[in-house]
């Protein structure tokens, strides 16, 4: 994006993961975050999530009355899909399908809809980086539901995804990631946990969209979507700031706004 593309951003979504347990394996913090958040991704039994982890998020959500999304990852529980895999287009799309077929499934039998698509780990990381692959999951997706949105990381990889497989898309950010001059995560510098700072970077990404890159720059990006990962020490206080900062609203109801639908 030009420096000319700078905008305030009104109405942004904050999204968080649910059902990141497998058997043994519990996630007991992820819950913390529910009342803060306007969209979750709940895992489909491959990274994690068992039946009964999946049932639980589904209702939790449901309670909250929260937009629900899958959550979809390499099968890998060993390592809970930060593992990457190589697999041909046919490979990527059974794997893509049968875990959005099957959250959807189960979320008709609470009477609830799944509205996005976010992958996880691995999987996420080279949507981001490989545009190919990225285009291969994004049409799996589409063949689940045209109306499904393609939650991807920021920047023109997931841009051109949504221009050319014809899905709708939504750029995510995350507050606790430094990011390169040209926008992309960078992978080398350590997430943050400080709150203040990220904070500042929320009221920065909200006023100009932009984002510090590691030059000491800001980068202008778009973003439809924050993610709140769990995993750090400071992730339920950032995102109870965040919230006094600015109230989530879902990315479809942003876009209902934007279109003029919703004043």
Known sequence: MQDSD?????????????????GIYKNTSEFDLLDYASSVNISCGFHAGDPMTIRN????????????????GFDDIQGFGYHDMELDEDEIE???????????????????????????????KKCATDFGFACS???AIKKCSK?????????EITEKTGELINIPVAHEICLEKMYNVDGTVNTVARDSENTEMEIQRLKQLLQYSQVSNVEGGK?????????????????????????GVVEPVPVNYKNACLSGWVE
Do not use: C
């Open 6 to 22: 700078k905008r305030a951003i009104k109405n942004i979504d904050f999204n968080i993961d649910l059902a990141q347990s497998f």
């Open 94 to 124: 059974a794997l893509v399908v049968y875990q959005v077929g099957a959250l959807m499934s189960f979320a008709k039998t609470f009477n609830m809809e799944i509205e996005h698509v976010r992958p996880h780990g691995a999987m996420y």
């Open 147 to 155: 109306w499904l949105v393609y939650y991807g990381a920021s920047g």
């Open 57 to 72: 998020a589904l209702l939790r959500a449901k309670e909250r009355n929260v937009v629900v999304g899958a959550h979809i």
């Open 219 to 243: 980068t202008v990006v778009k973003a439809d979507t924050i993610h709140f990962t769990n995993r750090l020490s400071n992730s339920l206080e950032l995102i109870k700031q965040a919230k």
């Open 137 to 139: 999951v994004a049409n």
